[in-house]
């Protein structure tokens, strides 16, 4: 599991250890990582140029010392400060000591910038707010040919959420102190930050506002069948989807189910014959269930189905036409209800429950805001579909997906998922654990799928399946990836598997 931490909870737990060489700890695991690029780089570190582009206070100390250590190994190291009067007087001296050069001019600074075989940026520190002063703008703009290191997090991304107020480094590698940053997991700070190190220094923080579930912990929490199993006993899910204009949202929804764990699929829905003929399994009619999914391509059909839902005491999750029809009701739907409810939209759907003139772009663009403020006003969890997707329950807590690729955006993807969240749903996992699980046997389902990896999935699933890898797949096809994707994630721990995912712990 990751753990991701405020910045006030990194604050508290800093102050534990004060008088602690925290700073000494944090310096030497980024000068280390440094080492290793420029060797990866060019070879050695001797004679490479390191550009230091240093804000104020400690994270620019961090970076500074960081350039002290590598002059120390023979690197040319040049730093700009950007805050001058407020510079780390000890690392700052400590460079100088080196032979470091120092500059405030910035056209010099863009030049080095270019040129640089290294780039550290300690700009701004986690508690930056506000976006890039205008003095550091042209970095987050400006051309380059080397490696972009970010000290503890992107400056312009902030920390806490991952939002951006504006421009922002985009780096290479990002290097973190201690424990993650929210900011680090969720997009579109995510997507600033590339592959994050994390190098530990000793904090003790209390529990993380922001978890990301990995391969041991979803080996751990997916449900296995039993000796004394039957259909009842691993979950028989209902589906109300579909309908004469969707026939296709059923049949996914299904397929998610029934591909994703369900001990049996039960159906009401207009296009019934299509679903049996497709998938003889289905059981038909009213009867017995553990956890409904409602509103899939239900088209007119969509109130009945919603309110035949809400009405059963099993856990509920609410998806498209359900969403936009619950959206039209709005949160008094929901109150009084006992069982759980799981409500699944993407950002536009996440805008309509919100209502008050909320956006679609303004939902992605605070991710993690949303999806907190949507299920503290419905009393629900909610999965909030996206590059990051979003898990957050009413009390505050929250989950984020790392697994996906940008192929999963195609028609009929979200119906899958909910039928596979459902399923775990009816398996008797909590909202709070089958939103997350489904997510990322969702996201490892796409990758396997992408890579062509569905019949070969011992030798693992690329990372870097992605907007550049792999090639296009239908829902289809994701739903017939996930018994792949969960054999890899419960395969024994230590193999190929996890490693060659990039997912492990």
Same mark, same amino acid.
């Given at each position: 599991m990751r753990h991701a931490h405020t910045v006030e909870q990194v604050r508290a737990a800093e102050a534990e250890l004060a008088g602690q060489p925290l700073m000494d700890r944090a310096v030497a695991g980024l000068a280390a990582t440094c080492s290793r690029l420029l060797r990866e780089r060019r070879g050695r570190v001797y004679g490479s140029r390191v550009l230091v582009l240093a804000g104020s206070g400690d994270n620019g100390g961090d970076a500074l010392f960081a350039g002290a250590a590598l002059a120390r190994r023979g690197a040319a190291v040049s730093a700009v400060l950007l805050s001058p009067d407020r510079a780390h007087p000890a690392a700052?001296?400590?460079?100088? #000591? /080196? &032979? !470091?050069?120092?500059? /405030?001019?910035q056209e010099v600074g863009l030049a080095d910038f270019a040129r640089a075989d290294l780039i550290l940026d300690g700009i701004v520190g986690i508690g930056g707010r506000g976006g890039l002063r205008p003095e550091a703008v042209p970095y987050a703009t400006a051309g380059r040919t080397?490696? *972009?290191? %970010?000290?503890? *997090?992107?400056?312009g991304v902030d920390a806490d959420t991952g939002e951006? #107020? &504006?421009a922002a480094i985009r780096a290479d590698l990002?290097? /973190?102190? &201690?424990?993650h940053k929210p900011g680090l997991l969720i997009d579109p700070g995510a997507g600033h930050a590339g592959p994050v190190q994390l190098v530990p220094i000793g904090l003790r923080p209390p529990e993380a506002a922001v978890q990301a579930l990995q391969h041991a912990d979803l080996g751990a929490l997916l449900p296995r069948p039993g000796t004394e199993s039957d259909k009842y006993r691993r979950g028989v899910l209902g589906v109300r989807a579909g309908s004469e204009r969707y026939p296709g949202a059923a049949l996914l929804v299904v397929a998610g189910a029934l591909h994703g764990g369900a001990g049996a699929v039960r159906y009401l829905g207009r296009p019934a014959a299509e679903v049996v003929r497709r998938h003889p399994e289905v059981l038909l009619g009213d009867g017995r269930v553990q956890a409904w999914? #409602? !509103? @899939? !391509?239900?088209?007119? %059909? /969509?109130?009945e189905a919603l309110d035949a839902a809400l009405a059963a005491e099993v856990p509920v999750l609410v998806d498209a036409d359900g969403l936009t029809e619950l959206a039209r009701r709005g949160p008094a739907a929901l109150a009084g209800r006992a069982a759980p409810t799981l409500l699944t939209p993407h950002a536009g759907e996440a805008a309509r429950l919100l209502g008050g003139g909320a956006t679609a772009e303004r939902a992605a663009a605070a991710r993690l805001r949303t999806a907190r403020e949507l299920a503290d006003r419905y009393g629900a969890t909610v999965l909030l579909k996206g590059s990051t997707t979003v898990v957050a329950r009413p009390d505050g807590a929250?989950?984020?997906? @790392?697994?996906?690729?940008?192929? *999963?955006?195609t028609a009929g993807s979200g119906d899958v998922l909910a039928g596979l969240a459902g399923a775990l749903l009816a398996a008797g996992l909590t909202p709070f654990d089958a939103a997350p699980a489904a997510a990322y046997l969702h996201g490892l389902a796409g990758r396997l799928a992408a890579a062509g990896g569905n019949r070969h999935c011992s030798a693992g699933v690329p990372s870097t399946v992605g907007d550049r890898g792999g090639a296009p797949v239908t829902a289809q096809q994701v739903a017939a990836a996930l018994p792949a994707a969960w054999r890899n994630v419960t395969a024994p721990q230590g193999g190929s598997q996890q490693n060659a995912a990039g997912l492990g712990d």
């Open positions: 700052l001296a400590a460079l100088r #000591a /080196t &032979g !470091g050069q120092v500059t /405030t001019d080397g490696v *972009l290191v %970010a000290v503890d *997090l992107p400056s951006l #107020a &504006g990002t290097v /973190t102190f &201690g424990t999914v #409602a !509103g @899939p !391509g239900s088209g007119e %059909a /969509t109130a929250a989950r984020v997906n @790392p697994t996906g690729t940008s192929w *999963l955006a």
